[in-house]
């Protein structure tokens, strides 16, 4: 079974890069990465996806080495607004619709 | 377009008691599914529902029963409530681009 492994928590200050790594070693062929960004009391919301290399959108970076073992999000600049628990999630290994979250990595910025 | 909706937004229930909570999205997705989320923790998979017609067991389905009532609704049942099954429920449906919508959540206490 897939699983993911995370920090559990990063300090940062407004302004500064913030990368949190993501580790699932059993992630099957077809399985995408996909980050997930939780406020309290609110549900995940999505915030990138990736298969491999980089993926980049308005609001983060996604860098997947080749073997695809692991994962880093990438924050650039960010903002007290920024804290919040972020989420790796991959497949369960069968390359199905089975999903498991791992425990997150709690960002606190700081100003 | 509401996204995704869950009724109710909280409970309280006595331990054995049953109840049914509801959720429906309206972005015409195939896959829904149910999490539950403890205080301090990351989401736990109890079901998830890949197509109309079918359901899936996830990681903690015991204790809990699922309905895949149309592609719209997806409902999840506590036959005999117990204070183990007090969390926050979140419902989300799933696009085709694997990204999860999540609802507002259901939280619920049993006493």
């Known amino acids: 079974l897939a699983k993911t492994t995370q920090p559990i928590s990063m300090d940062s200050y407004e302004g500064q890069e913030v990368n949190i790594t993501c580790s699932h070693n059993?992630?099957?062929?077809?399985?995408?990465i996909t980050w997930y960004q939780q406020f309290p009391s609110q549900g995940p919301r999505f915030i990138i996806q990736g298969y491999k290399t980089k993926v980049t959108n308005e609001v983060a970076s996604l860098f997947i080495p080749a073997d695809r073992k692991s994962s880093t999000l990438s924050l650039p600049r960010v903002s007290l607004s920024d804290t919040a628990v972020y989420y790796c999630?991959?497949?369960?290994?069968?390359?199905?619709?089975?999903?498991?979250f791992g425990a997150g990595t709690r960002l606190f910025v700081k100003a | 377009n509401a996204g995704v909706t869950q009724t109710p937004k909280f409970q309280v229930l006595k331990t054995g008691q049953s109840m049914t909570l509801q959720c429906a999205q309206d972005?015409?997705?195939?896959?829904m599914y149910w999490y539950r989320q403890d205080p301090g923790m990351g989401l736990r998979l109890i079901y998830y529902s890949a197509s109309e017609g079918t359901t899936d067991k996830g990681e903690v389905p015991n204790g809990y029963n699922v309905s895949r009532l149309n592609k719209r609704e997806f409902s999840l049942r506590l036959e005999s409530a117990a204070p183990s099954q007090t969390s926050v429920y979140f419902c989300?449906?799933?696009?085709?681009?694997?990204?999860?919508?999540f609802g507002p959540g259901t939280r619920l206490t049993v006493l």
């Open positions: 972005m015409n997705h195939n896959s």
């Open positions: 059993n992630i099957a062929t077809n399985d995408y």
């Open positions: 989300a449906s799933r696009d085709t681009y694997n990204e999860q919508f």
């Open positions: 999630l991959v497949g369960d290994g069968s390359g199905g619709f089975k999903t498991i």
